[in-house]
């Protein structure tokens, strides 16, 4: 039987939860602490603000967040996969994180009232939905008036040399990576799936302007493997 997209996303993070944050350290050589922390700094939360992390999975930029916006702040991670979930609940309980609060629902269709958050996150979620631009839509949506959005995600380097050598790691190494350490192959070979039918950083940029974005950065980060999207709502 032919599953839909959503369905074998959510299949995925369902069976790999437990070993996903080890694997995100091994294949990207924990570069993705580094790009997280950059855009961290750029975003510049700030104390008591009400933030939205999409896709938020096992919720370590959700706890960034938290930290940021401090005790009189409010940060909810949302995620339709209850194993990512259950696994972030863990530590934000550990870390005693009482401004944090984790909701498993669709990206795709927010349950929140329009102009409900300060700031709106989502890290290497984009590239798993459905359909990339209801999910601008929404992001769009629930940000209150001068609100920024962020889009963190994995993109298509420029250099034709470097993107040969990136397209070998991730077709071929990644899902054995995936084999050996989460004792998985199927499930890593959808990262690289997924990362190639995904927009480059200008159509991305397109597509933010098309949700109703007024103003759209871009950060490429080591040699544009990975991209930050930071988009204003008008105030
Ligand atoms: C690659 S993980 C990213 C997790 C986290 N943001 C991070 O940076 O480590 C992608 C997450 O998106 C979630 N996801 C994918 N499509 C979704 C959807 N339509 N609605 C809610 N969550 C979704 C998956 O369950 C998974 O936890």
């Not at 959503?6 to 080890?22: N, P």
């Not at 602490?33 to 370590?60: I, P, Y």
């Not at 706890?63 to 696994?87: C, H, I, R, Y």
């Not at 972030?88 to 269709?109: C, F, P, R, T, W």
């Amino acid at each position: 039987m032919n599953r839909t997209k959503e369905e074998r996303v959510h299949e995925v993070f369902e069976t790999i939860h437990h070993k996903y944050d080890l694997m995100n350290s091994v294949i990207s050589f924990r570069l993705h602490k580094s790009w997280r922390k950059k855009t961290m700094g750029a975003l510049n939360v700030k104390q008591g603000a009400v933030v939205l992390d999409l896709c938020c999975g096992t919720a370590e930029w959700t706890m960034d967040l938290a930290e940021a916006a401090g005790s009189s702040g409010s940060v909810t991670g949302v995620d339709f996969s209850a194993g990512m979930l259950q696994t972030g609940q863990e530590k934000i309980e550990q870390k005693g994180l009482s401004q944090v609060e984790l909701l498993q629902a669709n990206v795709m269709d927010l349950p929140f009232p329009d102009e409900s958050f300060d700031y709106v996150t989502i890290g290497f979620g984009l590239r798993n939905a459905a359909d990339y631009p209801t999910v601008l839509r929404e992001m769009y949506r629930v940000l209150k008036k001068g609100g920024q959005a962020v889009c963190l995600e994995t993109s298509t380097p420029e250099n034709s040399c470097f993107k040969r050598l990136y397209s070998i790691y991730f077709s071929y190494m990644m899902p054995y990576l995936g084999k050996l350490v989460a004792g998985n192959y199927e499930e890593y070979s959808w990262l690289q799936e997924s990362t190639a039918a995904f927009p480059d950083k200008n159509l991305l940029t397109l597509m933010f302007a098309d949700a109703g974005f007024r103003k759209v950065d871009v950060t490429s980060f080591a040699m544009g493997t990975a991209a930050a999207h930071s988009a204003w709502k008008s105030g």
